[in-house]
């Protein structure tokens, strides 16, 4: 099974400013016949389900706002806040879709500082 | 748009089986080509993936649960079920359904969730 990392627990930032959260996972998720990587990102907010912000590593969902960006690929990824609104405290999560069972990081908290 | 909608008992006793539900609107749990998980979530914890099942009948199942997992599909209800044998306070959590994405092991659409304690 691949087993998903994610840095820092909890993170603390001024509103406006960027907040990056890292994954690691045990193996590659990159496929090689298309070149993807199998890769998502999470948000949860107290009380509710998580909502899936970016797939393929990189790939906005529709109507996420465009300062949630994703990059990396094979083992890395980074999830980036641009500009951290009041709205975006949450939990996030990556999780890796390439194998059976999909597995999620530990989760990464995102509060105000 | 699809919703889902899990139910089921909030409180089951140990050694005894959990079983819940989740109910789809907005759309046939038939259409297009999705598998539908479950998901779990420990109290201040993280995320848990039980299983999913194809509307074929299916299914793809956690190593961790797969000795106590059934997930079953009715098409005519448009619902599917989770079965899970044996349970401790180790199984409390909120349980989620969710819908795949197309052919995809990610889960784009969830239910609200719905809480399940393993007491005596």
């Known amino acids: 099974d691949i087993v998903m990392t994610q840095s820092p627990d909890s993170l603390g930032v001024s509103l406006g400013e960027r907040a990056t959260i890292n994954c690691k996972s045990s193996?590659?998720?990159?496929?090689?016949?298309?070149?993807?990587?199998?890769l998502a990102w999470y948000q949860q907010k107290p009380g509710q389900p998580p909502k899936l912000l970016i797939s393929?590593?990189?790939t906005r969902e529709f109507g996420v706002p465009d300062r949630f960006s994703g990059s990396g690929s094979g083992t890395d990824f980074t999830l980036t806040i641009s500009s951290l609104q009041a709205e975006d405290v949450a939990v996030y999560y990556c999780?890796?879709?390439?194998?059976?069972?999909?597995?999620f990081g530990g989760g990464t908290k995102v509060e105000i500082k | 748009q699809v919703q889902l909608q899990e139910s089921g008992p909030g409180l089951v006793k140990p050694s005894q089986t959990l079983s819940l539900t989740c109910s789809v609107s907005?759309?046939?749990?038939?259409?297009?080509?999705?598998?539908w998980s479950w998901i779990r979530q420990p109290a201040g914890k993280g995320l848990e993936w039980i299983g999913r099942?194809?509307?074929?009948?299916?299914?793809n199942y956690n190593p961790s649960l797969k000795s106590r997992v059934t997930m079953s599909v009715d098409t005519s209800k448009n619902q599917f079920s989770l079965r899970l044998s044996s349970v401790t306070a180790a199984d409390t959590a909120v349980y989620y359904c969710?819908?795949?994405?197309?052919?995809?092991?990610?889960?784009?659409?969830w239910g609200q969730g719905t809480l399940v304690t393993v007491s005596s």
């Open positions: 907005g759309g046939s749990i038939s259409r297009g080509s999705h598998y």
């Open positions: 969710a819908r795949d994405g197309e052919q995809l092991a990610l889960q784009a659409v």
């Open positions: 099942i194809y509307i074929s009948g299916s299914t």
């Open positions: 193996q590659s998720v990159l496929y090689s016949s298309n070149n993807k990587n199998y």
């Open positions: 393929w590593a990189s």
């Open positions: 999780q890796q879709y390439y194998s059976i069972p999909p597995a």
